[in-house]
């Protein structure tokens, strides 16, 4: 077969790649002029630092499987960091309690100090409450403070659960935001018991990990070493792969195509094959974030002993978190210098977006100052935006993404949907619909 791939990033390169070891004939296309997406690398000072995301869950096996099968089993990495993290809470910081997930607690006792004892006897009522209402279009919130609470809604799961998503958790859909979080609550009328219950097939999650069970991988040389070996591979397999090729119209000389662009940009070259299609697609929402990295010498700020701070949305600040990338990771440390990445943006806050990079980098600096020290003059400082770059799965946004594949099985059958705006937003999610897609095509 013949098969055109619209969009270089991970989504992409992925069904390339399994397309062209099928023995099919394969071009990609990227308007861009580099592969990957939102997987790239960026100096900051004199080292080249990841840009986008820096790892992936190591509980979920799609990403490790590909690194694997491409040979980086050795470049694998796990974070080194003593802690995990820590949340800020009414001016200070406190680590992420023991035994949460996704910001849940299943160890009371581990939420003190953390969260008021008005607030746990709260959490507590989730164990003998009645069921809460819940199918496709529970927000997270809603169903959260049903159960837990306000304060531990607000304080452990928003910055967590809206974190990755960069999201409001008032929108965001409990069974597609939160998969995790709505599988247990769906054992029983207790979402606690029901996560209880569900830790040893779930294995490790950021506050609940061992020390051999590792919540994240990344790589050596960052995440872009991924998109590195899988061009590499693609190159020597034969597929044809263009850069600076932006698409206007889908190609119609071939047996397939795979649309691996942001949902936006899907939703315009599906007008006019199938508008049903289109129109459900557009109608995803993103959010933009922006990220300022930078590089301090070391004894103008203490290290954290962890791998980062998160920040939750009552708090006021543009920061939503920061990643001090040179404790998280090994091959980030330096004698003499730390690297820290500030995050900021999420769905329904535009400040960010709003200030130019110098603005913004003051008031990152200046947040940041306020939540954990002043870190004086940077050695080198980067940020990187990402405008209209992260889907929301608002309530009903697995229904809507049913609704629009049913549509092109009957307007175009040979046009297929990949990326993180439909089936998942993390890296395994994204591999895994690549690769699903591609079975189905070869099948």
């Known amino acids: 077969m013949k098969i055109a791939v619209v969009g270089g990033g991970l989504s992409g390169l992925v069904a390339a790649y399994d397309l062209t070891v099928a023995g099919h004939r394969v071009a990609v296309y990227e308007g861009s002029n580099r592969w990957g997406g939102k997987i790239f690398s960026s100096p900051v000072g004199d080292r080249s630092i990841d840009a986008g995301p820096d790892n992936f869950l190591a509980r979920v096996p799609d990403a490790t499987a590909l690194c694997v099968e491409l040979g980086l089993e050795d470049q694998l990495t796990v974070p080194v960091a003593p802690k995990p993290a820590y949340i800020y809470i009414n001016g200070s910081l406190a680590p992420l309690p023991a035994g949460t ?21 709260r959490a507590k009522q989730d164990l003998t409450l009645p ?21 531990v809604t607000d304080t452990l799961i928003d910055p967590m659960v809206g974190g990755i998503n960069a999201s409001s958790i008032e929108r965001l859909s409990m069974a597609d935001g939160a998969s995790q979080l709505f599988a247990a609550a769906r054992r029983g009328p207790s979402i606690i018991e ?10 490790a999650t950021l506050g609940s990990a061992g020390k051999d069970q590792p919540v ?18 693609l190159t020597r397999l034969g597929a044809h792969l263009q850069l600076n090729t932006p698409v206007s119209a889908l190609p119609r000389d071939v047996d397939h195509v795979i649309v691996a662009t942001q949902a936006h940009a899907a939703a315009t070259l599906l007008a006019t094959e199938s508008p049903d299609a289109a129109q459900l697609v ?11 990295t930078v590089e301090f010498p070391s004894d103008q700020l203490t290290p954290l002993d962890a791998s980062g701070i998160l920040v939750p949305r009552p708090a006021g600040l543009v920061m939503t978190a920061c990643t001090w990338f040179s404790t998280k990771w090994g091959q980030y440390a330096r004698s003499g210098s730390s690297l820290v990445r500030i995050t900021s943006g999420r769905y329904g806050d535009l400040r960010a977006s709003q200030m130019d990079d110098n603005d ?12 954990y020290a002043h870190p004086g003059v940077p050695l080198a400082r980067r940020i990187v935006r990402w405008p209209d770059a992260f889907p929301q799965y608002e309530p ?18 040979h046009i297929h949907l990949v990326g993180n705006s439909y089936r998942g937003i993390g890296i395994p999610a994204t591999i895994k619909l690549a690769r699903q897609t591609v079975a189905a095509i070869i099948a």
């Not at 913004?360 to 939540?371: K, Q, R, S």
């Open 282 to 292: 557009g109608a995803i929402n993103h959010a933009s974030v922006a990220q300022l």
């Open 131 to 151: 069921a809460t209402s819940l199918d496709q279009t529970t927000s997270v919130a809603d169903y959260c403070r049903a159960r837990l609470g306000d304060e």
């Open 194 to 203: 029901g996560l209880r219950e569900a830790r040893a097939s779930v294995g």
């Open 101 to 121: 997930v996704l910001g849940v607690p299943t160890d009371f006792d581990a939420l003190a100090g953390v969260i008021s004892p008005a607030g746990i006897e």
């Open 396 to 413: 009903g946004h697995g229904q809507r993404v049913d609704q629009a594949v049913d549509a092109l099985a009957v307007d175009a059958p």
């Open 216 to 233: 994240f991988h990344g790589l050596n040389g960052g995440m872009a070493t991924l998109i590195d070996r899988l061009v590499r591979e």
């Open 360 to 371: 913004l980098a003051n008031t990152l600096l200046a947040d940041f100052a306020h939540v």
